[in-house]
């Protein structure tokens, strides 16, 4: 029997009103597809080149492109990054392979389901004194921008299931002719993301390479993560001893480092339900540390730091610690002859090898024309980064040093402080608005044959610290005396001092005001003596003050007693009407002699 093509169901298709708008949206997207799977690769391949190029200072040249618009899949072929100056290839990489999600258009951040880097060959070389041959990229990546944007925190991103395969390292170095190789090296990564997505993960936590012939492997434990949506990596180090390594550090870092022992025992948590984050757990030690500054003068040293973390989520900008422990630090402060002081100079950066050789720079740029009030408002209400949240259960620090030289005085300050200690808790940043609770601590040392201690508690808005001094000897402050007075002060002074400060707003913060008040009481100052040789010019038994309060912003003083004995002082006035204490004063003596000078001269 003869079938009619009316009949048919396809036929049937055509008579209904949405069936040709539907075939000509599918003809449209095939056609889209095709367009783009054609045109997409050679239209971004060379300016791709050329901004990898402008923000790497050197050429960077890919092989080829391939895209699949109706999957999202996109890949990069042999891709290279130029030597400097003519040498072998920096970096080159087989393939570059990512696989997109369509929600990467809704939240206008790139969401990836698979991002894979095959082969990838770095090579680098030392080439003495900290320099290598790829600082020109690290100045051109890290170099400060004309106009920066506002800083909006960590990049928003959810990359799943990344794995690096087939990695190779050559790490030349030429002040001992020696090559390092790393080889075979593998990394995979369930997922990197700031953004909650839930894809299917695939990838279990896995780092492994072959170091100059000894090869290390580690892997995830437990249970696959497709199943369970988590996965743990542990890492462990025991006894590393950093010294052979160090050498490598960069020449322009504010200290250098020259020795330390690792030891670690770190939990990287991977979850993602009931959503996603990374997670960091365990301890981790640095012994045996020594640090000097760029001259090679000691800086900093220490016996142990122990770091024991407790939630530690980098891509959350979260890190919570149970405790941070530091023992026997020796810290060295010294200021030189010209005012400077090494801690300090730490925060400047270290001159360049442009500098060094003495090169010309190049002339400042002009000033950029003032921006349209429209957009300085723009900016001014561009939102913030999100600051990192930071919580430490306790800290402790135990039988530090402290050292203090200081080439300005005549003769030359020389402090050190011992057996110090510190004991903090409740540290939480930033503080909280509205009723921020502080943290508290308490401390002391010793000071060459005095003891000092001390309690407080501090959050943004206020503080206040209570001490108590022991015996504290006033010539440990002669060096300092003597710029200003011709005579020596003896005497030892006991008692508490407090110090208070309040955040001030308002008026008084536009006028400058301080907000610190000083307490004291009971304070006594005993054996006081200022003395010309072997003349005592002055001398006191004993002063007590009980009760003293000074608010700094006020100007004013209260006191609530005030006890002087055994009080004695030799009262003179010179031929020339001036007074003893007049001629104490070394600023006096100067005043007194410029005059004569100029009249001279």
Not at 249 to 256: F, I, R
Not at 325 to 346: F, H, M, S, Y
Not at 418 to 440: C, H, M, Q, S, Y
Not at 476 to 490: D, G, K, N, R, S
């Given at each position: 029997?003869?079938?009619s093509?009316?009949?048919?169901?396809?036929?049937?298709?055509?008579q209904?009103?949405?069936?040709?708008?539907?075939?000509?949206?599918?003809?449209?997207?095939?056609?889209?597809?095709l367009?783009?799977?054609?045109?997409?690769?050679?239209?971004v391949?060379?300016?791709l080149e050329?901004?990898?190029?402008?923000?790497?200072?050197?050429?960077?040249?890919?092989?080829?492109?391939?895209?699949e618009?109706?999957?999202?899949?996109f890949?990069l072929?042999?891709?290279?990054?130029?030597?400097a100056?003519g040498a072998?290839?920096?970096?080159?990489?087989?393939r570059?392979?990512?696989?997109?999600?369509?929600q990467?258009?809704?939240?206008?951040?790139p969401?990836?389901?698979?991002?894979?880097i095959?082969?990838?060959?770095?090579?680098?070389t030392?080439?003495?004194?900290?320099?290598?041959?790829?600082?020109?990229?690290?100045?051109?990546?890290?170099?400060?921008k004309?106009?920066p944007?506002p800083?909006?925190?960590p990049?928003?991103?959810?990359?799943?299931?990344?794995?690096?395969?087939?990695?190779?390292?050559?790490?030349?170095?030429?002040?001992?002719?020696?090559?390092?190789?790393v080889?075979?090296?593998t990394?995979?990564?369930?997922?990197?993301?700031?953004?909650?997505?839930?894809?299917?993960?695939?990838?279990?936590?896995?780092?492994?390479?072959?170091?100059?012939g000894?090869?290390?492997?580690?892997?995830a434990?437990?249970?696959p993560?497709?199943?369970?949506?988590?996965a743990?990596?542990?890492?462990?180090?025991?006894?590393l001893?950093l010294?052979?390594?160090?050498?490598y550090?960069?020449?322009n870092?504010?200290?250098?480092v020259l020795g330390?022992t690792?030891d670690?025992?770190?939990?990287?948590?991977?979850?993602?339900?009931?959503?996603?984050?990374?997670?960091?757990?365990?301890?981790?030690?640095?012994?045996?540390?020594r640090?000097?500054?760029?001259q090679?003068?000691?800086?900093?040293?220490?016996?142990r730091?122990?770091?024991?973390?407790?939630d530690?989520?980098?891509?959350?900008?979260?890190?919570?610690l149970?405790?941070?422990?530091?023992?026997?630090?020796?810290?060295?402060?010294?200021?030189?002859?010209?005012?400077?002081?090494?801690?300090?100079?730490?925060?400047?950066p270290a001159p360049?090898?442009?500098?060094?050789?003495?090169?010309t720079?190049?002339?400042?740029?002009?000033?950029?024309?003032?921006?349209?009030?429209s957009?300085?408002?723009?900016?001014?209400k561009a939102?913030?980064?999100?600051?990192?949240?930071?919580e430490?259960?306790?800290v402790?620090?135990?039988?530090?040093t402290?050292?203090?030289?200081?080439?300005t005085?005549r003769p030359?300050?020389?402090?050190?402080?011992?057996k110090?200690?510190?004991?903090?808790a409740?540290i939480?940043?930033?503080?909280?608005?509205?009723?921020?609770?502080?943290?508290?601590?308490?401390?002391?040392?010793?000071?060459q044959g005095?003891?000092l201690?001390?309690?407080?508690?501090?959050?943004d808005?206020?503080?206040?610290?209570?001490t108590?001094?022991?015996?504290?000897?006033?010539?440990?402050?002669?060096?300092?005396?003597?710029?200003?007075?011709?005579?020596?002060?003896?005497?030892?002074?006991?008692g508490d001092?407090?110090?208070?400060?309040?955040?001030?707003?308002?008026?008084?913060?536009?006028?400058?005001?301080?907000?610190?008040?000083?307490?004291a009481?009971?304070?006594?100052l005993?054996q006081?003596a200022i003395?010309?040789?072997?003349?005592?010019?002055?001398?006191l038994g004993?002063?007590?003050?009980?009760?003293?309060?000074?608010?700094l912003?006020?100007r004013?003083?209260?006191l609530e007693?005030?006890?002087?004995?055994?009080?004695?002082?030799?009262?003179?006035?010179?031929a020339?009407?001036?007074?003893?204490?007049?001629?104490?004063?070394?600023?006096?003596k100067a005043?007194?002699?410029?005059?004569a000078?100029?009249?001279?001269?």
């Amino acid at each position: 029997m003869p079938i009619s093509l009316r009949s048919l169901p396809f036929a049937s298709l055509r008579q209904h009103r949405w069936f040709r708008p539907a075939v000509r949206a599918l003809t449209g997207l095939i056609a889209l597809w095709l367009v783009t799977w054609l045109a997409i690769p050679p239209l971004v391949k060379g300016p791709l080149e050329r901004m990898a190029s402008e923000q790497l200072g050197r050429t960077v040249t890919i092989g080829g492109i391939d895209f699949e618009p109706w999957s999202l899949e996109f890949a990069l072929r042999d891709v290279t990054v130029a030597g400097a100056h003519g040498a072998p290839p920096q970096l080159t990489i087989g393939r570059i392979y990512a696989d997109g999600e369509l929600q990467s258009l809704l939240r206008l951040a790139p969401v990836v389901d698979a991002f894979t880097i095959d082969n990838p060959v770095l090579r680098i070389t030392h080439l003495g004194d900290g320099r290598y041959d790829v600082d020109d990229i690290i100045a051109k990546v890290t170099a400060p921008k004309n106009d920066p944007e506002p800083d909006q925190g960590p990049a928003r991103l959810a990359l799943h299931n990344l794995a690096l395969t087939g990695g190779s390292i050559d790490f030349i170095d030429n002040t001992v002719r020696e090559t390092h190789e790393v080889r075979a090296l593998t990394l995979k990564v369930p997922f990197i993301s700031t953004l909650p997505s839930q894809r299917e993960v695939k990838v279990e936590p896995h780092l492994a390479f072959t170091l100059d012939g000894s090869r290390f492997d580690s892997s995830a434990e437990g249970t696959p993560f497709a199943q369970t949506g988590k996965a743990d990596a542990q890492i462990r180090l025991d006894g590393l001893n950093l010294a052979p390594y160090l050498g490598y550090l960069p020449a322009n870092l504010p200290v250098k480092v020259l020795g330390a022992t690792l030891d670690a025992d770190v939990k990287v948590a991977f979850e993602q339900h009931p959503r996603m984050a990374v997670k960091l757990s365990g301890t981790v030690q640095a012994s045996g540390v020594r640090m000097a500054d760029r001259q090679g003068a000691d800086l900093l040293s220490y016996e142990r730091l122990t770091i024991d973390m407790a939630d530690v989520r980098p891509l959350e900008q979260v890190v919570r610690l149970q405790h941070v422990e530091l023992t026997a630090p020796v810290v060295t402060a010294t200021r030189d002859a010209a005012g400077q002081i090494n801690l300090a100079q730490l925060a400047t950066p270290a001159p360049g090898p442009s500098a060094a050789q003495g090169k010309t720079t190049a002339p400042a740029a002009p000033a950029p024309a003032s921006e349209p009030a429209s957009s300085s408002k723009a900016k001014a209400k561009a939102p913030a980064a999100p600051a990192w949240a930071v919580e430490v259960a306790s800290v402790a620090v135990r039988g530090g040093t402290l050292r203090w030289a200081d080439a300005t005085t005549r003769p030359a300050a020389a402090l050190q402080a011992t057996k110090v200690t510190l004991d903090a808790a409740a540290i939480a940043l930033p503080f909280a608005k509205e009723n921020a609770k502080p943290f508290t601590f308490k401390g002391g040392l010793h000071l060459q044959g005095s003891t000092l201690s001390f309690t407080g508690e501090a959050t943004d808005q206020k503080a206040q610290v209570h001490t108590t001094l022991n015996a504290l000897a006033l010539q440990l402050a002669a060096p300092y005396l003597a710029q200003a007075l011709e005579p020596t002060v003896t005497g030892q002074l006991s008692g508490d001092v407090g110090v208070t400060w309040q955040a001030p707003t308002g008026a008084a913060a536009q006028a400058g005001a301080t907000g610190v008040t000083i307490k004291a009481g009971p304070l006594a100052l005993e054996q006081l003596a200022i003395q010309q040789g072997k003349t005592s010019l002055a001398s006191l038994g004993r002063l007590e003050v009980t009760g003293a309060e000074v608010p700094l912003d006020a100007r004013t003083a209260t006191l609530e007693r005030l006890a002087i004995s055994q009080p004695q002082l030799a009262v003179e006035r010179g031929a020339d009407g001036r007074w003893m204490f007049e001629r104490w004063l070394k600023a006096a003596k100067a005043e007194k002699a410029a005059p004569a000078v100029q009249g001279g001269a």
